[in-house]
């Protein structure tokens, strides 16, 4: 039976003023409903039921604390659910492999008996997207099309890292002059801690980048930004001044991270070259 976020709502309103426990005297029930669509409002809601339901007798929790507690746990759990965008679709597995989330999603209610989905997800900051979908109801034939693709994905990082081929012994802080934020890193390379990156790019060639600036470059910044490029592949990158690890100490820096950095430095004296070309063209 669907819940109803009416009467819930009230229900609390009612516990929470008879008890001095909202958060503002202003507090209508028209905001609590809206909280109970935020699941750190809803915790938050549970937290001050039970803090003011300490003295109560058990009888009193029972019959009257406890269905409105079960009740958020129940909306807590329906906002906590990860649904495939605006679909009935709910996601049961999701495993993040190299570029690409592999999605296994159910629907019971799905049209035409397509009750499995499987499909691919990447996300950013601020939308995530969800592509090559495929739907049956038959569930052993897409958990193999979601076996499949993860496989497909272990295979593509897999080919990846032997096509760069470099070391991938973790760099850790004996590597590393000790972190100090008094310290500007700008034009140094620095090493990033292993945890940062995902299982399959925990590696000390993903670890090592030239930082070349951002507001967390510079020494007792506010800023966190940190611009650079990766040093195994020469690619530009953004990490946070708190994900650094500290500055590779001269007899850690491997023979190959010396080639890297010339030819990323090389990159860059190439495109301010160009850049300044193209200024002067237009002059």
């Not at 507090?27 to 300490?54: G, H, Q």
């Not at 009257?64 to 495939?84: D, F, H, I």
């Not at 999605?103 to 950013?124: E, H, P």
């Not at 890297?260 to 495109?271: D, R």
């Amino acid at each position: 039976m669907k819940m109803d976020k009416n009467k819930l709502a009230q229900r609390i309103y009612d516990f929470l003023s008879e008890n001095d426990a909202l958060p503002h005297d202003d507090t209508t029930v028209e905001e609590v409903k809206e909280s109970l669509a935020v699941l750190p409002d809803v915790e938050r809601m549970a937290k001050d039921i039970e803090d003011v339901s300490n003295s109560f007798s058990h009888s009193v929790y029972l019959n009257t604390v406890k269905p409105l507690l079960l009740s958020l746990e129940k909306v807590k759990a329906e906002l906590s659910r990860r649904m495939v965008g605006n679909t009935g679709y709910e996601v049961q597995h999701a495993i993040h492999i190299g570029d690409k989330e592999i999605i296994f999603a159910v629907d019971m209610n799905a049209d035409k008996g397509n009750y499995y989905l499987v499909c691919n997800a990447t996300r950013n900051e601020l939308f995530e997207s969800f592509t090559e979908g495929s739907g049956s109801g038959d569930f052993l034939e897409m958990m193999k099309e979601f076996i499949d693709r993860v496989g497909r994905q272990i295979e593509a990082v897999r080919s990846e890292q032997e096509q760069i081929n470099l070391p991938d012994a973790i760099f850790t802080a004996e590597h590393c002059f000790s972190l100090d934020y008094k310290m500007d890193i700008k034009n140094k390379v620095v090493a990033i801690r292993a945890d940062v990156f995902r299982p399959e790019y925990r590696r000390g060639d993903n670890q090592l980048v030239y930082v070349t600036g951002g507001f967390g470059a510079n020494a007792n910044s506010r800023g966190n930004a940190v611009f650079c490029y990766k040093l195994n592949n020469g690619e530009s990158t953004r990490f946070e001044r708190y994900d650094v690890l500290g500055e590779i100490r001269p007899e850690s820096m491997p023979e190959w991270a010396k080639e890297k950095l010339a030819a990323v430095k090389e990159k860059i004296a190439a495109s301010h070259d160009n850049s300044k070309k193209g200024r002067d063209d237009a002059r």
